[in-house]
């Protein structure tokens, strides 16, 4: 649950339920586009985001995406993996790939949690600068 107090009176629901979607194909790791740049910087982010990329879910990468993809210079991703209990909320860094630098801007902390159904769902941050933005990558679904 994420709880949080609003005029005077604390309330707390499940971000699993209560999300924005985010469906910007242009975060795609796919993306290699510059010609329109995107920024996060100015983003009032509120609350807790799922990822689209199409129809299909997506999750932040964990991995240390390549700079000038995702629709951005200096794309953001997530320094350590995504939780695997389902419920568990996690604080995840995020960092930026940059001049040949998995880490080249500040990073900063965000939420992220594993909800039923598979998915996760993201207590978003702005990035310190532009031109960052986050990238979604579609979710891989791992045979056992």
Known sequence: MD???ANGT???VDPCVHYTTINDDWRSTNNTSLENLNCDQNINWQGWY???LGK???????WCVRENTCGTHAPLWLTQPHPTQT???VNRTVCNSYQS???HFSSH?????LCHGNYYVYKLQAPSTCYLAYCAVAKVIKSG
Request: proline share 4%; aromatic share 8%.
């Open 101 to 103: 630098n998995c880490c």
């Open 56 to 62: 299909s879910s997506a999750r932040i990468p964990d």
């Open 109 to 113: 902390t965000i939420q992220v949690k």
């Open 50 to 52: 799922r990822m689209f």
């Open 87 to 89: 419920g568990e909320i």
């Open 10 to 12: 604390a309330r707390c």
């Open 3 to 5: 709880c949080f107090s």
